[in-house]
């Protein structure tokens, strides 16, 4: 069975669990529900097992805190022998408008320090990330509290569909492949 490490980024705790930078968890957390999976606490994160079309997915929310992210993934494509090019990591991004998926198979950290620990940690920039976009609506010096602020009301009202179709994007990625996900999906 081909399998797959499906890593959302996010903050562990109640007082981060809404936040935007939290987007790789809600997602995971999204798919967990809607499929009846249950997270089980193990090394360096929360995980769980989802099954679909003769595939594997192994979800994980590391429980390193967003900025040392790395430690976590490395461990479990190690620990599950997944190939790199099996791996995704879901995160937040502040230069695409809200709701919009941009997926790619490399890339710099575009100043996201969770994504700096993964290259570091991985020792590389090709591996593929899934970004959300957050939008970039907050004032002059305002960037952390934006981050990890609260969806707005009307953010929260679309959240759902959203969190749907990442879900599809993840099926997509396990079963069509990178490129036709990258085509489905990407701006939209």
Do not use: C
Not at 12 to 27: A, D, L, M, P, Q
Not at 56 to 68: G, H, V
Not at 71 to 92: A, F, G, H, Q, R
Not at 123 to 132: A, E, L
């Amino acid at each position: 069975m081909k399998k797959f490490l499906i890593v959302g980024l996010g903050n562990i705790g109640e007082k981060y669990s809404n936040t935007r930078h939290n987007i790789g968890f809600k997602v995971l957390d999204f798919l967990a529900q809607k499929e009846d999976l249950s997270w089980e606490t193990q090394k360096l994160g929360d995980l769980t097992t989802y099954k679909f079309k003769g595939r594997q997915f192994l979800l994980l929310k590391p429980s390193t805190f967003m900025n040392l992210s790395g430690k976590s993934v490395l461990y479990w494509l190690t620990k599950e022998k997944i190939p790199l090019e099996n791996l995704m990591v879901i995160t937040d991004d502040l230069n695409l408008p809200f709701g919009t998926m941009r997926l790619k198979a490399k890339g710099s950290d575009g100043g996201h320090n969770g994504l700096k620990d993964l290259q570091e940690k991985l020792n590389t920039t090709k591996y593929n990330r899934f970004r959300f976009g957050i939008s970039n609506e907050f004032g002059k010096g305002r960037q952390v509290d934006y981050v990890l602020g609260e969806w707005s009301d009307e953010e929260n009202k679309n959240l759902p569909e959203r969190l749907e179709k990442s879900v599809e994007l993840i099926k997509s990625f396990g079963t069509a492949g990178l490129n036709n996900t990258m085509n489905t999906f990407n701006g939209k």
